[in-house]
């Protein structure tokens, strides 16, 4: 097998021996899955920040764990060979990818699991690690009237790569992240192992692998929690800034809190027609104060309700939750949309990107967690200076708890119990403008290490091991001792650029 696998890395430069190798290999791996060559042009190049391509030396489909497994313990049986998961490709900035190694396609295990179980009373469905949120969600309602609490704002992503960062939207404040709403995974680990992990069984690793950027164990399976779903959401928009809604009682609060960043004027992407919810209605800035900064934050909210209760008793919870926010009088918009409808409200924006032929520009984007304490500054260089014209695509904030975190998971979270995530989600042509807009990333990043703020890159992609040292900080010990006892070869997910390959 060793030979065999050297072989094919090093005499690869006939196109017809290339398609040989990918039969020998495949018959070597015994795979019940599917392996293609690493063009150039293949999936496996390739992500949704459309910053970087690198070429894998091949792309697996597999069928299931037991595929996936023959693919890590033969990658171990060289001294250089990689792999790596993907799920919809949606990394920004390669780390899903495995330059000169092999890359797995999760989506092809999607349909491996889907199972309603009930776990000490509770509902919960057993997914596959390739599944999509969106599929979840279809099936879960449409069979069970049953839905999971917490979600990401975009649901094309993959249950799996999700859980290997954290999972958080709007709901993140009530029940915490997607890694906190989790009791049970299957895991192939970096020696190939095939694992089943949770709270009691094996917890290093379940917790290892809960944002843990892939870098202890492939998710091949989820126990997700459930709730009752709601028929429908009164979706809320109210100009102003809030912060104490978060720390509510759960009857007392809404069911969704999310926040942006918008310019003070008509521009159409960041501007003032960014905030109303219908179409037919008009954002009326002679309500705003005479004297208002270059940019507004817009507070986006939701109440879920059944369809048998009452519109007034719904029009009376909305207006007495909303009726102490404060925000600028006459500016709230609001629209009634079904559970499914609201959830999925991304999935619109990414269709009418497709059909204007701006999905596919490269997407340099970046995520933070900003502490509350250094939330002020952050906005005042940040948001007021550095992006007070937009960055033609959404800016968010909203502030989430630490509490509904666990500190045992690998996520790196700013102290205090009330941080900030900020995300600058820019749409970019290609061309010279998009290393100017990472250089303006790097800019922002430097200024807050600069500067000592309290914060953390979310999907993080650092180059030199000192930063993801600082990332982690006092939890660095604790990630690379996992990272020696579940993937000791450094095997799984070289396109974080943690760790390097070893040979022992």
């Known amino acids: 097998m060793i030979a065999c696998l050297g072989r094919i890395v090093h005499d690869n430069d006939a196109e017809s021996k290339l398609d040989n190798d990918v039969?020998?290999?495949?018959?070597?791996?015994?795979?019940?899955?599917?392996?293609?060559n690493g063009d150039v042009s293949s999936i496996a190049s390739k992500d949704f920040g459309g910053l970087y391509s690198i070429k894998p030396l091949y792309l697996i489909r597999p069928s299931g764990a037991d595929d996936i497994s023959r693919v890590v313990k033969a990658a171990a049986e060289t001294?250089?060979?990689?792999?790596?998961?993907?799920?919809?490709?949606?990394?920004?900035?390669?780390?899903?990818?495995?330059?000169?190694?092999?890359?797995?396609?999760?989506?092809?295990?999607?349909e491996n699991h889907f199972k309603l179980l009930t776990v000490n009373d509770s509902p919960c469905i057993d997914v596959s690690g390739g599944a999509l949120w969106e599929d979840v969600l279809r099936r879960c309602i449409s069979r069970f009237r049953l839905a999971p609490r917490s979600?990401?704002?975009?649901l094309s992503l993959t249950v799996g790569g999700t859980l290997s960062n954290a999972g958080v939207s709007g709901q993140a404040f009530r029940y915490g992240p997607q890694t906190s709403n989790v009791t049970e995974l299957e895991v192939v680990t970096g020696k190939g192992d095939i694992t089943v992990c949770s709270e009691t069984q094996n917890p290093e690793l379940f917790f290892g692998v809960l944002g843990g950027l892939g870098q202890f164990g492939i998710i091949t399976?989820?126990?997700v929690k459930l709730q009752l779903a709601p028929d429908m959401v009164r979706w809320i928009r109210v100009v102003y800034a809030a912060e104490f809604l978060v720390s509510q009682k759960e009857d007392e609060s809404f069911d969704y809190v999310e926040g942006f960043i918008f310019c003070n004027n008509d521009d159409p992407i960041n501007g003032w027609p960014s905030v109303q919810l219908n179409s037919d209605q008009e954002f009326n800035q002679t309500h705003l104060?005479?004297?208002?900064?270059?940019?507004?934050?817009?507070?986006?909210?939701?109440f879920h309700y059944r369809n048998s209760d009452q519109p007034s008793t719904v029009d009376m919870a909305v207006s007495r939750l909303v009726g102490g926010?404060?925000?600028?009088?006459?500016?709230?918009?609001?629209?009634?949309?079904?559970?499914?409808?609201?959830?999925?409200?991304?999935?619109?924006?990414?269709?009418?990107?497709?059909?204007?032929?701006?999905?596919?520009?490269?997407?340099p984007w970046l995520n933070l967690f900003v502490s509350k304490s250094d939330i002020v500054d952050f906005d005042r260089t940040v948001f007021k200076k550095m992006a007070k014209n937009g960055i033609g695509g959404p800016m968010l904030i909203y502030p989430l708890l630490r509490s509904k975190w666990d500190s045992r998971t690998s996520v790196a979270l700013p102290e205090g119990e009330i941080f900030y995530i900020v995300a600058l989600l820019r749409f970019v042509p290609k061309g010279p403008s998009v290393e100017k807009k990472v250089a303006e990333n790097r800019e922002i990043v430097k200024w807050c290490i600069k500067e000592g703020l309290d914060f953390k890159l979310y999907l993080p992609h650092y180059r030199a091991k000192e930063d993801w040292k600082r990332h982690f900080g006092n939890q660095w010990t604790r990630f690379e001792k996992r990272k020696a006892n579940f993937d000791p070869m450094a095997i799984l997910a070289p396109g974080q650029r943690i760790f390097k390959r070893t040979n022992q």
């Not at 039969?23 to 392996?35: A, E, M, P, R, V």
């Not at 979600?151 to 975009?154: A, G, K, L, P």
């Not at 005479?290 to 986006?300: G, K």
Request: glycine share 10%.
């Open 289 to 302: 104060p005479q004297t208002v900064s270059p940019v507004l934050y817009c507070l986006e909210l939701a």
């Open 325 to 363: 926010l404060g925000f600028v009088d006459g500016l709230i918009s609001q629209v009634d949309v079904s559970y499914m409808g609201f959830l999925l409200r991304v999935k619109r924006v990414e269709q009418n990107a497709k059909a204007n032929g701006v999905w596919d520009n490269p997407h």
């Open 79 to 110: 001294p250089h060979l990689t792999v790596a998961a993907r799920g919809n490709g949606h990394s920004i900035n390669g780390q899903a990818m495995a330059g000169g190694g092999y890359v797995i396609d999760m989506r092809s295990t999607e």
């Open 151 to 154: 979600w990401t704002d975009y």
């Open 23 to 36: 039969s020998t290999i495949f018959n070597s791996l015994n795979l019940q899955g599917s392996i293609e």
């Open 221 to 223: 399976r989820a126990r």
